[in-house]
């Protein structure tokens, strides 16, 4: 009885990271290898024309054609030079916009490469149709059901007024249709990630027309994923005060890729709002204006097999009158999901929740949080090891009377220790009246025995908000610590198995138990730890439950060994700051820290 609840606490946790690990980490790994295989094999097919009707009855905006399903893709250079283009040269973002068809369909990240070195490739966000993985963001006009109007398209070459656009310098499109309306297109970018588009029909005819403008974010292809069940990757959104994704926040408003390709379109009316398709660490999103109404839509089609997804807005139609013009004004961002910026573009340009394009889970609450204090500590540190660690003392600091009150039951236990071993001598088998009299032993010297699993239980929830925090927000990713940790986003990389690099084989390939044989240094430390904290406790009387505690620290150290190291070094300071606590009060309480009662 007076153990039952602290195992009832560490079977559970047991249970939570057991089940991580089979049901999220090993599908993962099966999922990116499956991956690799499949991109070997992968050819773009064309998409649509188009890919529905909005409501109102006109259709929604063509995607443009890519290569058909017997044609390899081309090269990311062979693609770019099918088309006059303009260059993108600002602070963050590099890339170009094609002039044939008007788009942003080349996006590179000036700060992100695809592994820790800096040597390594750049981050590309968008790539033009006609490559392996087509991603791109278009603008423009539809014109009213029935009306016979020659509008910019695809296959429309535009004229541009610079050959390069800046973060000081615009770039202004313009295109005539030979029937009085001339289509001007101006984009503007900031110092991060966010374009500008503002377009704009003059009529120099003779005869009004009726057009409506829209934005949308084509991706052709599934894209390969981390494979993660708490991590949400696809179409994303927040329109009309409702949020459109991940299916822990979203109702019954998903738009996942997996229910794109069952339900085909998702629709909503929306004042203002945001969306796109969002990546673990990337995100692209159109942005209309906070005060106007759209139709929103998420969609997808399998022309000739291959997947689109598609997120656009439909605004309401602008009248042109002859010899008089319209302008839209439209936001695009591109780029990486930074948690500040982020919240600087809701704050400043209205953009409801937009911090909801990071996926904070279940915990908002307490992630976000976790995450500004952390990145307050790397402002004055430089490093996010030492943030973490720093953080760890802070939490030790704000549950320190909760801990206290637990560890100084625990002491009282173990100075019962001698007690209890009396009475079992004397009651024998009769469990009933030994239960009896144990609880009139503690309610007698006022002890209580569920007290020593409250810090496991307070640790579960931060530990899974870190966990969150080190796993979804790109501050993290390739943020190293010291030493041989140079990514605390991701697990250990040195192997016990192998001695740490000294043997040249990867016993991770063993069928079944090969997963678990991935064991770096830090987890090590992490059981060391709390095989350490474990023998200041008092043991529990039951034999079997005493076998099993002392097993806590090898399980323990092999299901988080693949968890990212940054949480294992939490786990293992706070373990280290828990036995520094737990053996001052139980030196302060007259309880010799380790000694065997019996």
Partial sequence: MDNRNMLIAIVMSIAILAGWQFFVEIPRMKHQRELEQAAKQEAVVAPPETVGAQGNGTMAPASPASPAANVSPMSLGEALAKSPRVKINSPRIVGSIALTGGRIDDVELVDYHVAVDPESPRIQLFAPPGTEAPYFAEFGWVAAGGEKVALPGPDTVWTADHDALTAEQPVKLSWDNGQGLTFVRIFAVDDNYMFTVTQRVENHGQTGVSLFPYALISRIGTPPTSGYAILYEGPIGY????????????????????????????EADSTGGWLGITDKYWLAAIIPDPAASVKARFSYAAPHGTDQYQADFLGAAQQVAPGGNAEYSSRLFAGAKEVRLLDHYADNDHIDRFDLAVDWGLFYFLTKPIFYVLNTFHSWLGNFGLAILLLTVII?????????????????????????????????????????????????????PAAGCLPIIVQIPVFFALYKVLFVTIEMRHAPFFGWIKDLSAPDPLNAFTLFGLIHWDPTQLPVVGHFLDIGLWAIIMGITMFLQQKLNPPPPDPVQARIFQLMPIIFTFLLARFPVGLVIYWAWNNTLSIAQQWLIMRRAGVKPGAKTT
Avoid: C, I, T
């Fill in 239 to 266: 329109l009309n005060h409702d949020f459109y994704g991940n299916p822990w926040f979203a109702s019954n408003r998903h738009v996942a890729y997996k229910d794109l390709k069952e339900h085909k379109d998702v």
């Fill in 396 to 448: 030790k600091a704000l549950f320190f009377p909760l801990a206290n009150k637990s560890y100084r039951a625990m002491s009282k236990m173990k100075a019962l220790q001698p007690e209890m071993a009396k009475l079992r001598e004397r009651l024998g088998d009769d469990r009933a009246r030994l239960n009896q009299e144990m609880m009139e032993l503690y309610k007698r010297e006022k002890v209580n």
